[in-house]
């Protein structure tokens, strides 16, 4: 999905590419893209971007997988990084306040190997 979102080819600098030393940033960067996915399309942000990485999913997507499909994916990719990220500062995400308790858990409990309620993974 890195490379279809970044257009990353055999013309790109080698250091982009996989195994390259700044691939690390392309994954970040995804990362934080996928985080705020779901606050730039409830927030009608960012169309060109959103259907830039819908498209850049569909190469790794399940045969048949609609956009509707997708795009639940990327909110639920999103969600999970950013639980993961939220969950070492001791926080719980703030901006997606539709999640119940029982969702954040169930993430939670993926994410950390446990099903306890503490706010930190250990």
Known sequence: MVDALFNICDQTLSRLRVGGELRPLLHA????????????????????????????????APVGANASTKQAKLM?????????????????????????????????????GDSSTSTTCT
Not at 38 to 46: A, S
Not at 80 to 97: F, Q, Y
């Open 76 to 112: 639920e990719w999103g969600a999970a990084i950013r639980l993961k990220v939220m969950l070492p500062l001791g926080r719980e995400p703030v901006s997606l306040p539709q999640r119940s308790a029982a969702q954040s858990a169930l993430l939670r409990s993926s994410l950390c």
């Open 29 to 60: 960067a995804l990362a934080t893209m996928l985080m705020y996915y779901e606050d730039r399309y409830e927030g009608k942000e960012m169309h060109s971007v959103l259907a830039l990485m819908i498209d850049a999913y569909s190469v790794i």
